[in-house]
T-cell receptor, first 114, second 115 residues
Framework: AQSVTQLGSHVSVSEGALVLLRCNYS??????LFWYVQYPNQGLQLLLK??????LVKGINGFEAEFKKSETSFHLTKPSAHMSDAAEYFC????????????FGKGITLSVRP | EPEVTQTPSHQVTQMGQEVILRCVPI?????FYWYRQILGQKVEFLVS????????KSEIFDDQFSVERPDGSNFTLKIRSTKLEDSAMYFC?????????????FGPGTRLTVL
């Protein structure tokens, strides 16, 4: 079975500061890893994903994440936070089979202070 | 850009009543999913659907739940006799092809409140 851990429920940063949202996963097979973002009253939008190849993946809006197999982590970062980054962020894992469902972490709310 | 749509955005119902949540997946997608998120908890997988049949379902997806693709465009989730604990945000998602690497595209969700 797969699982995702996102420690903490809320992160607050100042505008322009580094954003770091942590994600650790558990999987018995090589996983595919995803970060989704949810803005108020909207659906889940894919930020980025890791499937194979380069372990540092870049996504939309300046976000990136690095897959570290030895640490079973897939932390999300952004060098400089913007007010528009305030949202809820979900890390998710799936396996490589067809019909693969996503297993989500509980999500982290990011607040950005002026 | 194509998107997944869901209706209604908010549904309020009495315990024991039947509800149908509707989703229109992206038109050329082949795999469909329902997830739910109880307030303050994780987004949880309910069911996946392909080629007009259920591919996989979770323990949550018991006999009170059913899914259907009645007309080739809509994808519905029916809850036959709602319980208080069914109150949650329900998300529909679709994906164009098989394989876990493919992105699932989510709708905005339906907030179900059971009184």
């Amino acid at each position: 079975a797969q699982s995702v851990t996102q420690l903490g429920s809320h992160v607050s940063v100042s505008e322009g500061a580094l954003v770091l949202l942590r994600c650790n996963y558990s999987s018995s097979v090589p996983p595919y890893l995803f970060w989704y973002v949810q803005y108020p009253n909207q659906g889940l939008q894919l930020l980025l994903k890791y499937t194979t190849g380069a372990t540092l993946v870049k996504g939309i809006n300046g976000f990136e994440a690095e897959f570290k197999k030895s640490e079973t982590s897939f932390h999300l970062t952004k060098p400089s936070a913007h007010m528009s980054d305030a949202a809820e962020y979900f890390c998710a894992v799936s396996n490589t089979g067809a019909n693969s469902k996503l297993t989500f972490g509980k999500g982290i709310t990011l607040s950005v202070r002026p | 850009e194509p998107e997944v749509t869901q209706t209604p955005s908010h549904q309020v119902t009495q315990m024991g009543q039947e509800v149908i949540l509707r989703c229109v997946p992206i038109s050329n997608h082949l795999y469909f999913y329902w997830y739910r998120q109880i307030l303050g908890q994780k987004v949880e997988f309910l069911v996946s659907f392909y080629n007009n049949e259920i591919s996989e379902k979770s323990e949550i997806f018991d006999d009170q739940f059913s899914v259907e693709r009645p007309d080739g465009s809509n994808f519905t989730l029916k809850i036959r006799s709602t319980k208080l604990e069914d109150s949650a945000m329900y998300f529909c998602a679709s994906r164009p092809t098989s394989g876990g690497a493919d992105t699932q595209y989510f709708g905005p969700g339906t907030r179900l409140t059971v009184l």
